[in-house]
């Protein structure tokens, strides 16, 4: 059970008002909004052992290594990751993805085939156009159904010996459709293709375990999950990971270095050049165990009912269409109102103090199947009340009055 008034106590910012009103803050998917012990967590960080890790002797490098390190064993239990080095810190999904993308440059050949689905993000289309573009290699996609799943039965066609990966995302951000990544695992598995899970929309309700899952690569960005920006992870089977090149060259990703020749650091160093966001790594940690005190079954089952309440509240809006209507699906609903843009909706709830998104979501291919501008989408948080989807429904009816 989720406690909603010691929940909503912990979020700072769900006490502001926006233009006046009490803020109402319906986008979700876009990012999270950040309990006090995260903030705290990074302020605690600069205040009492700011310094670089894994290079200093003294004192405080030691303690920030030691900070660090235990936020990638906290991933590790949270993803159940068999070894901590298998969870790489990065600065998000996106960079997670680029490094998987270009690592596959020298494995893939002309011909070869990638798949990925019709409802990605552009994040997980544009790294493999990329890499096609090195390789000669051939782009295809997972067709979708007007409830926004995938046709499974085109997938099985798709796949064939050419197939080298298949890069699907767990959850959709524009439509909240949970995808049977079991299945499109196991079947790509049978052909030898290496599956990559993009998990930054799942991860804020589901837990997922890597291991049970079988996945090569799996994905995630800690600010959907109450965690900072700039911070995510890249899950990767030991074997994958060592097969794959460093992504950036740099400080702490060697062993050795000569002008003649240098030897990369072993996992997960490999892959972490530079001086990385210390303070937002912790925070993810401290994110993820905030998380997990509350609870995913607790988090889903609140959001569940959230999704329920909402998509009958504004299905009774004359006009009111929703897209992305499989059963399989988290707290996100994407719609429009016949006859006005989604812009204008955004901008006018927006002066009564609520938060949505509006327009392609990054997934223009989504917007181009249902031959729409874009959408405006409001994304539930287990922070969220039902007061506050009553609060939406009234700024609709209101906005549709001003604009029809
Ligand atoms: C947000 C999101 C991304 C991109 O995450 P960044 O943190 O911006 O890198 C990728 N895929 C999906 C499905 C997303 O929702």
Redesign the pocket.
């Known amino acids: 059970m989720i406690d909603i008034k010691k929940v909503r106590a912990d979020f700072p910012i769900l006490n502001s008002t926006v233009n006046g009103k009490p803020l109402v803050y319906l986008d979700n ?3 999270s909004q950040k309990p006090q012990v995260v903030i705290d967590a990074i302020v605690n960080y600069y205040t009492t052992i700011n310094s670089n890790i894994h290079r200093g002797v003294h004192t405080l490098s030691q303690k920030a290594t030691e900070a660090y390190e235990q936020a990638r064993i906290k991933l590790q239990q949270h993803f159940n990751a068999k070894k901590s080095f298998e969870i790489i810190l990065t ?7 680029n490094i998987v993308a270009t690592g596959f440059t020298s494995f893939l050949k002309k011909n070869d085939e990638i798949i990925v689905s019709a409802m ?5 289309i544009v790294p493999w156009q990329m890499l096609c573009e090195r390789t000669g290699a051939i782009l295809k996609v997972i067709p979708m159904n007007n409830e926004g799943e995938l046709l499974m039965n085109e997938y099985d066609k798709l796949l064939s010996h050419k197939t080298k990966l298949v890069f699907v ?5 524009a439509l909240g459709t949970i995808n049977p990544i079991q299945e499109i695992i196991d079947k790509a598995h049978n052909v030898g293709a290496a599956v990559l899970i ?4 799942s991860c804020p309700h589901i837990k997922p375990d890597v291991q049970k899952l079988d996945a090569d690569f799996y ?1 995630a ?1 800690a ?2 999950l109450c965690g900072p ?2 911070v ?1 992870i890249l899950y990767g089977k030991e074997e994958w990971l060592n097969k794959l090149p460093p992504y950036q060259g740099g400080g702490e990703m060697i062993k050795q270095v000569t002008f003649e020749k240098t030897t990369y650091a072993d996992l997960p160093h490999k892959f972490e050049a530079g001086t990385p966001n210390i303070a937002g790594v912790i925070a993810f940690g401290t994110a993820i165990d905030y998380m997990n005190k509350i609870g995913f079954d607790n988090i889903a089952a609140y959001e569940n009912e959230l999704l329920a309440y909402a998509t009958k509240k504004l299905l009774a809006i004359d006009g009111l269409k929703i897209y992305g209507t499989s059963k399989n699906k988290t707290s996100v609903i994407s719609f429009n109102i016949e006859n006005i843009h989604p812009y204008d909706i955004g901008t006018i709830i927006d002066k009564l103090g609520i938060a949505v998104r509006t327009g392609h979501h ?1 997934a223009q291919p989504v917007m181009d199947f249902y031959k729409i501008p874009g959408t405006v989408r409001a994304s539930f948080s287990f922070y969220n009340t039902f007061e506050e989807i009553d609060l939406l429904y009234n700024a609709l009816v209101k906005a549709k009055n001003m604009l029809c």
């Open positions: 998917a876009a990012t600065a998000g999904t996106t960079h997670s993805i990605e993000h552009h994040s997980n995302n767990h959850v959709s951000n993009d998990g930054a929309q994905v960005s600010h959907k920006t700039g995510g990054c």
